[in-house]
């Protein structure tokens, strides 16, 4: 067993804040949505990390779920951001300010 | 005789059973789709069947069989596609309301012979008990109304089907919140809670307002989602478990910055789903922008299950209670502290926005994060109150309870106010305070239910708000946060202003000359039930308060 | 043998977390949606090291077989035809 | 026609500082985590050493429990790292092994070795299936998938109902811009929400 579990930790980290990054600085929806999934991501490392550690498959299993739901989370994103496309002919988060934000 | 504890999750099934159910009735009436959908429906009937004549086949036992029709009949209904227009419009919303009505008749029925023993159906990853039921009922009744007002509000929109359904979808998923006891159940109920949400939202497709709303919604959701789900795979590194007691269990001080990280990210998630800070700013454009109904839903049940969750995620995880060793002990990060200061923050916040507002709907959508934040001093105060563990236990159930009832006592106020204002938003009124001046004229029987619903809200004594800010207020004092009560009392003091602003466009303003003149002509017949129903619910509190109070308390005292 | 899997460890870190700034700093959805997919296989790299077979080839399924596809259509749909400038705020 | 990928830099200063602060906290606690070597789910550990809790006079059986359940096992004690036979077959799930720990030529512990793959068990959990072939501990997840079940009907119903494109109760075609067809929204689209003003309530 070489690897640590805290190296992937930190890698997990380092993708977690890569996507809060994205999701503090662009305005496209599409990019919020990647920036979103690589969040998930990041927690789908560190539960898999941390089944390996306990050698205890719970963490496994909820990161199969955790897929599960980020795909159902796209399916409604992007028919939201179809709309949205329609109504303002523009995915930028900012342009939708029919209200104010 | 089999296994039937899984009965218990009635509420439950009953919301999902008739959501799905009416995805099918939409479809019996087409003529391609008509046959399909009757052999699917008896296709997963016969699995039912199967399920409770052969209960422990396959060693799946009742519940895995129970749930492997529920599977396929979900299947099929996506099988049978969704299509716009409705093949009987009065058929589906009237099966919509009976499941609702049905689940929140089984839901009181539970919880008034609730003998205090929690079941845990499935496993440890469900429990039912005191509290999950009072939830189960607080959601049920606003999905009810919400059911029978919708029928009159969408009743010029396409997908009709498909709108209840969600509605009943999401209804499932914050009951079911309200019965999760493990950190996988309360991820994945939160999500089928919100993901219909987000549709619903969204769903005046060509309305910009709803639809910028929906996505606000969504992307404020998905993020605080992967916070959560972030936090959670903490938590699973800091303990090796997701179920709650083997998580308070097994916590052992050894990785406290991890487990510290991964409470506040899960505070983070719950804030999200209850609109407090610093996750509340989606609250206001969603409320706004949303059909008034679905804002009605969210601002009501969405909150209380949230807060379902953080009242059993924090008491069951989170915090050691001993009484007989004398212990109170707060784990992970200190949580109490972090959940003082975003309960002052957001009902200061919550308040001071909605005096400023213009518009009516956006006023109603602050004063929900502000009642977000009255609640969320139960949480607060939870470490106080006298010396002792025991008085701590004591103190610390009744400002539990205090939330419970103000989410009870809300559950109705609130959804009142809202459907008044999908009310006017069928006849056209209008949006700002001026477009509803001289409505108490024009419509008087819905106007005094507005005047009480915003009454009730400010807290004042003939109505149901006063008895549950009395309980929660004085709580909190009970728990020696005499500073916290008083912030609370001033927040409410303010809500006043802004509520009774309502009351006088309603009943004493002049119209002004530049507004056209109000011209009601029908009186919709779903809307006026169910504002009747949630202001007469409002007003005869202090009957149903007293034994609704007490299931509150003593499902409490099984937290603590 | 230890030295190895930490090598290789390394190697497709540096992968995932390049890929992953790269889903965030380049100019082009387009692009960012390419990135998004390398980032995603790479993560499935780390589950086979991991013990995590399965879990590998969901994540590849799910993730860049449905996620990414669905994620693609969008971009194909929603993009404008001259790459102009986003503008910040 | 294709690009080269271009870096959009500049401007990102505050959310840029934000995000490396979160992460250096996040290693920091990372590191200082006292976390020791990973269990995972080798052979070699999901071994479960277990001490024979009956032995007939004779020595050549005995009972040993594992996941749960108790088998009789049948075993020659005199040979060392002998297979042993056991007596009610537990199935491939658990294999036993004596192995002789004090050193005095008799077995005196068996082990129960986990045969089944993590794939198997994963499916175990997650339908929770009783079954003696689960060797790896963990929760069971059977509610969480059908939650999940109902999460996936909710979402394609939603993500249908939002997606598709129809004016005046027909289906048209699934994509494209509201605003370059004829006639946009009939009054069936027309909505109260924000008192039916065309302008999406932007007064």
């Given at each position: 067993?070489?690897?640590?579990?805290?190296?992937?930790?930190?890698?997990?980290?380092?993708?977690?804040?890569?996507?809060?990054?994205?999701?503090?600085?662009?305005?496209?929806?599409?990019?919020?949505?990647?920036?979103?999934?690589?969040?998930?991501?990041?927690?789908?490392?560190?539960?898999?990390?941390?089944?390996?550690?306990?050698?205890?498959?719970?963490?496994?299993?909820?990161?199969?779920?955790?897929?599960?739901?980020?795909?159902?989370?796209?399916?409604?994103?992007?028919?939201?951001?179809?709309?949205?496309?329609?109504?303002?002919?523009?995915?930028?988060?900012?342009?939708?300010?029919?209200?104010?934000? | 005789?089999?296994?039937?504890?899984?009965?218990?999750?009635?509420?439950?099934?009953?919301?999902?059973?008739?959501?799905?159910?009416?995805?099918?009735?939409?479809?019996?009436?087409?003529?391609?789709?008509?046959?399909?959908?009757?052999?699917?429906?008896?296709?997963?009937?016969?699995?039912?069947?199967?399920?409770?004549?052969?209960?422990?086949?396959?060693?799946?036992?009742?519940?895995?069989?129970?749930?492997?029709?529920?599977?396929?009949?979900?299947?099929?209904?996506?099988?049978?596609?969704?299509?716009?227009?409705?093949?009987?419009?009065?058929?589906?919303?009237?099966?919509?309301?009976?499941?609702?009505?049905?689940?929140?008749?089984?839901?009181?029925?539970?919880?008034?012979?609730?003998?205090?023993?929690?079941?845990?159906?499935?496993?440890?990853?469900?429990?039912?008990?005191?509290?999950?039921?009072?939830?189960?009922?607080?959601?049920?009744?606003?999905?009810?109304m919400v059911?029978?007002a919708?029928?009159?509000?969408?009743?010029?929109?396409?997908?009709?089907?498909?709108?209840?359904?969600?509605?009943?979808?999401?209804?499932?998923?914050?009951?079911?919140?309200?019965?999760?006891?493990?950190?996988?159940?309360?991820?994945?109920?939160?999500?089928?809670?919100?993901?219909?949400?987000?549709?619903?939202?969204?769903?005046?497709?060509?309305?910009?307002?709803?639809?910028?709303?929906?996505?606000?919604?969504?992307?404020?959701?998905?993020?605080?989602?992967?916070?959560?789900?972030?936090?959670?795979?903490?938590?699973?590194?800091?303990?090796?478990?997701?179920?709650?007691?083997?998580?308070?269990?097994?916590?052992?001080?050894?990785?406290?910055?991890?487990?510290?990280?991964?409470?506040?990210?899960?505070?983070?998630?719950?804030?999200?789903?209850?609109?407090?800070?610093?996750?509340?700013?989606?609250?206001?454009?969603?409320?706004?922008?949303?059909?008034a109904p679905?804002?009605a839903?969210?601002?009501?049940?969405?909150?209380?299950?949230?807060?379902?969750?953080?009242?059993?995620?924090?008491?069951?995880?989170?915090?050691?209670?001993?009484?007989?060793?004398?212990?109170?002990?707060?784990?992970?990060?200190?949580?109490?502290?972090?959940?003082?200061?975003?309960?002052?923050?957001?009902?200061?916040?919550?308040?001071?926005?909605?005096?400023?507002?213009?518009?009516?709907?956006?006023?109603?959508?602050?004063?929900?994060?502000?009642?977000?934040?009255?609640?969320?001093?139960?949480?607060?105060?939870?470490?106080?109150?006298?010396?002792?563990?025991?008085?701590?236990?004591?103190?610390?159930?009744?400002?539990?309870?205090?939330?419970?009832?103000?989410?009870?006592?809300?559950?109705?106020?609130?959804t009142g106010a809202f459907l008044f204002i999908a009310l006017?938003?069928?006849?056209?009124?209008?949006?700002?305070?001026?477009?509803?001046?001289?409505?108490?004229?024009?419509?008087?029987?819905?106007?005094?239910?507005?005047?009480?619903?915003?009454?009730?809200?400010?807290?004042?004594?003939?109505?149901?708000?006063?008895?549950?800010?009395?309980?929660?207020?004085?709580?909190?004092?009970?728990?020696?946060?005499?500073?916290?009560?008083?912030?609370?009392?001033?927040?409410?003091?303010?809500?006043?202003?802004?509520?009774?602003?309502?009351?006088?466009?309603?009943?004493?303003?002049?119209?002004?000359?530049?507004?056209?003149?109000?011209?009601?002509?029908?009186?919709?017949?779903?809307l006026?039930?169910a504002v009747?129903?949630a202001?007469?619910?409002?007003?005869?509190?202090?009957?149903?308060?007293?034994?609704?109070?007490?299931?509150?308390?003593?499902?409490?005292?099984?937290?603590? | 043998?230890?030295?190895?899997?930490?090598?290789?460890?390394?190697?497709?870190?540096?992968?995932?977390?390049?890929?992953?700034?790269?889903?965030?700093?380049?100019?082009?959805?387009?692009?960012?949606?390419?990135?998004?997919?390398?980032?995603?296989?790479?993560?499935?790299?780390?589950?086979?090291?991991?013990?995590?077979?399965?879990?590998?080839?969901?994540?590849?399924?799910?993730?860049?077989?449905?996620?990414?596809?669905?994620?693609?259509?969008?971009?194909?749909?929603?993009?404008?035809?001259?790459?102009?400038?986003?503008?910040?705020? | 026609?294709?690009?080269?990928?271009?870096?959009?830099?500049?401007?990102?200063?505050?959310?840029?500082?934000?995000?490396?602060?979160?992460?250096?906290?996040?290693?920091?606690?990372?590191?200082?985590?006292?976390?020791?070597?990973?269990?995972?789910?080798?052979?070699?550990?999901?071994?479960?050493?277990?001490?024979?809790?009956?032995?007939?006079?004779?020595?050549?059986?005995?009972?040993?429990?594992?996941?749960?359940?108790?088998?009789?096992?049948?075993?020659?004690?005199?040979?060392?790292?002998?297979?042993?036979?056991?007596?009610?077959?537990?199935?491939?799930?658990?294999?036993?092994?004596?192995?002789?720990?004090?050193?005095?030529?008799?077995?005196?512990?068996?082990?129960?070795?986990?045969?089944?793959?993590?794939?198997?068990?994963?499916?175990?959990?997650?339908?929770?299936?009783?079954?003696?072939?689960?060797?790896?501990?963990?929760?069971?997840?059977?509610?969480?998938?059908?939650?999940?079940?109902?999460?996936?009907?909710?979402?394609?119903?939603?993500?249908?109902?939002?997606?598709?494109?129809?004016?005046?109760?027909?289906?048209?075609?699934?994509?494209?811009?509201?605003?370059?067809?004829?006639?946009?929204?009939?009054?069936?689209?027309?909505?109260?929400?924000?008192?039916?003003?065309?302008?999406?309530?932007?007064?």
């Open positions: 067993m070489a690897v640590d579990t805290s190296y992937y930790l930190i890698l997990s980290a380092a993708v977690f804040c890569t996507g809060l990054f994205g999701i503090l600085t662009r305005r496209n929806a599409l990019l919020f949505l990647m920036s979103v999934e690589l969040m998930l991501n990041a927690a789908n490392i560190n539960l898999v990390a941390f089944s390996q550690y306990y050698g205890n498959l719970t963490g496994q299993v909820f990161a199969l779920f955790t897929m599960a739901l980020a795909a159902a989370e796209v399916a409604v994103g992007i028919g939201i951001i179809l709309v949205l496309y329609r109504n303002f002919e523009d995915v930028d988060v900012a342009e939708a300010a029919t209200m104010r934000w | 005789m089999a296994d039937t504890t899984w009965l218990t999750l009635a509420p439950a099934f009953l919301l999902g059973l008739t959501g799905l159910l009416v995805l099918y009735v939409d479809s019996i009436g087409r003529s391609t789709k008509g046959p399909i959908a009757v052999l699917s429906l008896l296709g997963s009937l016969a699995v039912a069947g199967v399920a409770i004549a052969l209960p422990d086949a396959l060693g799946l036992g009742p519940a895995g069989w129970s749930f492997v029709s529920f599977t396929l009949l979900g299947m099929f209904a996506l099988a049978l596609f969704v299509q716009p227009g409705s093949q009987n419009r009065r058929l589906i919303a009237g099966l919509s309301t009976a499941g609702a009505v049905g689940a929140l008749g089984v839901a009181a029925a539970f919880l008034f012979t609730f003998d205090g023993e929690p079941v845990n159906p499935f496993g440890d990853a469900l429990v039912v008990d005191g509290m999950s039921l009072l939830f189960a009922v607080i959601v049920a009744s606003v999905t009810a059911t029978v919708s029928y009159n509000y969408i009743a010029e929109h396409s997908y009709q089907a498909e709108y209840y359904a969600l509605v009943l979808l999401a209804g499932t998923g914050m009951t079911l919140m309200a019965s999760a006891n493990s950190l996988v159940t309360v991820f994945v109920a939160l999500e089928l809670a919100s993901l219909p949400s987000y549709a619903l939202v969204a769903f005046l497709k060509e309305n910009k307002g709803s639809v910028e709303a929906g996505l606000k919604y969504f992307l404020v959701g998905a993020l605080s989602s992967a916070v959560f789900a972030y936090g959670v795979s903490l938590v699973y590194g800091a303990t090796g478990s997701l179920q709650l007691t083997a998580v308070q269990n097994a916590i052992t001080g050894e990785f406290t910055g991890m487990l510290g990280m991964g409470v506040v990210m899960v505070v983070g998630g719950i804030a999200f789903k209850t609109a407090s800070v610093p996750f509340h700013f989606w609250a206001p454009e969603a409320y706004e922008g949303a059909p679905i804002s839903f969210l601002s009501s049940a969405s909150k209380a299950a949230g807060f379902v969750i953080a009242f059993r995620v924090f008491t069951e995880a989170f915090l050691q209670v001993s009484e007989s060793a004398g212990e109170f002990l707060v784990l992970g990060a200190d949580w109490v502290l972090v959940f003082q200061i975003l309960a002052v923050v957001t009902m200061t916040l919550g308040n001071l926005a909605a005096v400023t507002q213009d518009k009516v709907k956006r006023m109603l959508a602050y004063s929900s994060v502000g009642h977000a934040g009255y609640v969320l001093m139960s949480l607060a105060a939870l470490s106080g109150g006298g010396a002792t563990a025991t008085a701590k236990i004591e103190a610390g159930q009744f400002v539990l309870a205090g939330g419970m009832m103000h989410l009870f006592v809300y559950g109705f106020m609130n006017a938003e069928y006849w056209d009124v209008g949006r700002t305070f001026e477009d509803f001046t001289g409505l108490g004229r024009q419509a008087p029987v819905a106007s005094v239910a507005m005047t009480v619903f915003m009454f009730s809200l400010a807290g004042l004594p003939p109505f149901g708000g006063f008895l549950s800010k009395y309980l929660l207020f004085g709580a909190t004092v009970n728990s020696g946060f005499v500073w916290l009560a008083a912030v609370a009392i001033v927040n409410s003091a303010v809500s006043l202003y802004y509520y009774s602003k309502l009351v006088k466009a309603l009943w004493f303003d002049e119209r002004p000359d530049d507004k056209k003149p109000l011209e009601i002509s029908s009186r919709p017949v779903g006026y039930a009747i129903f202001a007469v619910v409002t007003t005869a509190m202090y009957g149903v308060f007293g034994p609704v109070s007490d299931a509150a308390i003593e499902a409490a005292a099984a937290l603590l | 043998m230890a030295l190895a899997e930490l090598v290789a460890f390394a190697l497709f870190a540096i992968v995932t977390v390049a890929s992953s700034v790269g889903v965030v700093l380049v100019e082009d959805v387009w692009h960012s949606a390419l990135f998004l997919g390398v980032a995603l296989l790479s993560v499935a790299v780390h589950y086979v090291m991991q013990q995590a077979e399965f879990l590998a080839a969901m994540q590849i399924l799910v993730y860049v077989g449905g996620v990414l596809i669905l994620i693609t259509f969008a971009v194909m749909l929603m993009r404008e035809d001259d790459t102009t400038e986003v503008v910040e705020a | 026609m294709t690009t080269r990928p271009e870096l959009r830099l500049g401007g990102h200063l505050a959310p840029g500082i934000i995000a490396v602060a979160l992460f250096v906290i996040m290693a920091v606690v990372f590191v200082g985590a006292p976390l020791g070597d990973p269990v995972g789910f080798d052979d070699a550990t999901a071994i479960q050493n277990e001490t024979l809790q009956s032995e007939s006079p004779t020595g050549d059986y005995g009972s040993v429990s594992a996941n749960g359940q108790t088998y009789a096992v049948a075993y020659n004690g005199s040979e060392e790292t002998a297979n042993v036979s056991v007596a009610n077959d537990p199935g491939v799930g658990v294999d036993f092994r004596e192995v002789d720990t004090t050193g005095d030529g008799q077995s005196d512990t068996v082990y129960a070795i986990s045969r089944t793959s993590i794939t198997e068990n994963i499916g175990y959990l997650m339908f929770a299936v009783d079954s003696d072939q689960r060797s790896a501990p963990g929760e069971t997840f059977l509610v969480a998938f059908e939650i999940i079940d109902m999460v996936l009907v909710g979402a394609l119903v939603g993500a249908v109902v939002l997606a598709r494109r129809d004016e005046g109760g027909e289906v048209v075609a699934a994509l494209g811009l509201r605003d370059s067809d004829e006639s946009p929204g009939t009054s069936a689209g027309q909505v109260a929400a924000d008192g039916g003003t065309e302008d999406g309530g932007d007064n």
